[in-house]
């Protein structure tokens, strides 16, 4: 449950970085689009595996 809240809470921190990109990051803007579900694949995937 921790690997999940810890994912939750680095979330907003992945939409800042996708909404800030224009201020030169070296990210391309599709990795920062395409991180956003597989990080709730990641959610998911560690909750199916909870006891």
Not at 17 to 28: D, E, F, N, R
Not at 31 to 39: D, E, S
Request: glycine fraction near 8%; charged fraction near 0%; aromatic fraction near 18%.
């Amino acid at each position: 449950m921790g690997l999940i809240l810890l994912l939750i809470a680095i979330f907003p921190a992945n939409i800042y970085q996708l909404w800030a990109s224009g201020a030169g990051t070296a990210v391309p803007l599709w990795i920062l689009w395409v991180r956003l579900p597989i990080q709730g694949l990641f959610i998911w995937w560690a909750y199916s595996h909870t006891a």
